[in-house]
């Protein structure tokens, strides 16, 4: 009875306090395990750069860290499917007050979330050395990423549970207990990569290391957060794979499967194409791929505010606050990343150094990468806030759409073409052009989404 009161309670809250304090509420927690996260995925890139006291061998190390990316990207593109397909559903019952079915979700969405992480451990260690070579590998690169990526595969499990936990959390509206569990291991992280890198001699396999143990221990937390909290629990019994709940999870998390799908598969077809100019190229690629990451990563942070609100008022058909939502969300981070790109227009050549400030040609190729997509960088905030109330409001092929189009419909004919015209600066170029691509077409579709939104809340105001 206690905890439907706090249900209860919550609902109240999430459906008539102001959306902007109640965004806010929820955003900054969530920004700042995402900034703690993109810090540390940086840290990785930073310490690697420095193995072998610089040289070649700094940079075909630094470059393997960026071949590994694209496994991150499937890893976490599983862990955000089950993640946000369950919390999708999860907001939306919480906000019809149907808690029952939103415990099931919740363990369904946990449960096919560890068992997609054990079977991409297996068949990522049966074929490693053709995963390897698939992530666009070359042969001073292949030693140090295999000995990466091997014990990222490790980690496989716990790190996709994880990332559903996390989301999941986030969607009843308990940013907190997400940022405690996320930024916890982010911090771990950073402080682990010196001592296993340097202290103990590891390498690059102490650079893998710290990242699984660091996410075990936020899986940890995460989990002691579903425990002691007055979240949903997680229990075996209500574990229900279903085709109801497994259609619903697919609604709701197939447009993050494939937006983080799609990315991998760029991110792979980028290091193919950036290994015919030589490791600096997939080095620098990778830096800036890695820094970029960091400005959106606290834009998804504002937009994760957004969503549990936007998924309890759309399920409780109050479509006024979450357009009211959208907008706020659009206008602050659209200002947010015009700061970020003056700065990294003025300062592109200085960042990329913090990495490898002993490769010119490192610096050279990263700088103007950097620079390029600087330009484009103020559209991603509308970019991902649409693709978010798109997903939380159940709209799923328009969200499939627009996760699809910057890294897929895109940037992989764009780089796939442009280097045969014009060589190293096709690889540069491709994504700013299909950043500017995906934003024409975000602001169709979600000009339509919109007015669906009004008509439904023209209905609904003449029903009530």
């Not at 929820?26 to 995402?34: C, D, E, H, K, Y």
């Not at 072998?52 to 499917?81: D, R």
Request: hydrophobic letters at 55%.
């Amino acid at each position: 009875m206690q905890t439907d009161d706090r249900q209860n309670q919550k609902l109240i809250t999430m459906t008539t306090a102001p959306v902007e304090k109640l965004i806010l509420k929820l955003a900054i927690p969530t920004m700042v395990a995402m900034m703690i996260t993109s810090i540390y995925n940086m840290a990785d890139t930073f310490f690697v750069g420095q193995i072998a006291a610089g040289g070649a061998a700094a940079t075909s190390a630094t470059a393997a860290v960026g071949v590994a990316f694209p496994l991150m990207a499937i890893i976490q593109a599983f862990g955000f499917m089950f993640g946000h397909g369950s919390g999708n559903f999860i907001s939306r019952a919480l906000g019809q007050q149907d808690t029952g079915e939103a415990e099931k979700m919740a363990a369904t969405g946990f449960f096919m979330a560890l068992l997609a992480g054990i079977c991409l451990m297996g068949l990522g260690l049966i074929f490693l050395q053709p995963l390897v070579r698939l992530l666009g590998s070359t042969d001073t690169i292949a030693p140090y990423a295999t000995a990466y990526i091997r014990l990222i595969l490790i980690g496989c499990p716990w790190m996709t549970a994880s990332l559903v936990l996390n989301n999941q959390l986030r969607f009843q509206g308990n940013a907190l207990f997400a940022m405690i569990g996320i930024g916890s291991g982010g911090l771990i992280n950073m402080a682990l990569d010196p001592l296993f890198i340097f202290a103990l001699d590891m390498g690059v396999s102490g650079a893998a290391l710290a990242t699984i143990l660091s996410q075990f221990i936020s899986f940890c937390l995460l989990f002691a957060g579903t425990v002691k909290s007055d979240n949903l629990k997680i229990h075996w019994k209500n574990f229900t794979p279903k085709p109801h709940y497994l259609l619903e999870m697919l609604r709701g998390g197939a447009p993050s499967l494939f937006r983080q799908g799609i990315g991998s598969v760029a991110t792979t077809v980028l290091n193919n194409a950036a290994a015919a100019f030589g490791d600096p190229a997939i080095a620098a690629m990778s830096i800036v791929s890695r820094v970029m990451m960091f400005a959106n990563s606290l834009v998804v942070g504002f937009g994760q505010g957004f969503q549990p609100v936007c998924g309890f008022n759309f399920g409780a058909k109050k479509y006024d606050r979450v357009r009211k939502g959208f907008f706020f969300c659009v206008k602050y981070s659209t200002v947010f990343l015009c700061c970020m790109a003056v700065l990294g227009l003025v300062f592109a050549p200085a960042v990329v150094s913090c990495f490898r400030a002993d490769d010119p040609a490192v610096i050279e190729i990263g700088a103007l990468a950097l620079r390029l997509q600087c330009i484009t960088l103020p559209t991603v905030g509308f970019v991902t806030i649409t693709n978010m109330m798109m997903q939380t409001t159940a709209q799923t092929t328009r969200a499939s759409i627009v996760a699809l189009a910057r890294q897929g419909l895109f940037f992989l004919p764009l780089v796939a073409v442009l280097p045969q015209f014009l060589g190293l600066l096709g690889i540069q170029v491709a994504q700013p052009i299909a950043d500017g691509c995906t934003f024409i077409l975000a602001l169709v579709l979600q000009t339509g989404l919109l007015r669906k939104i009004r008509r439904m809340e023209r209905e609904e105001a003449r029903q009530a």
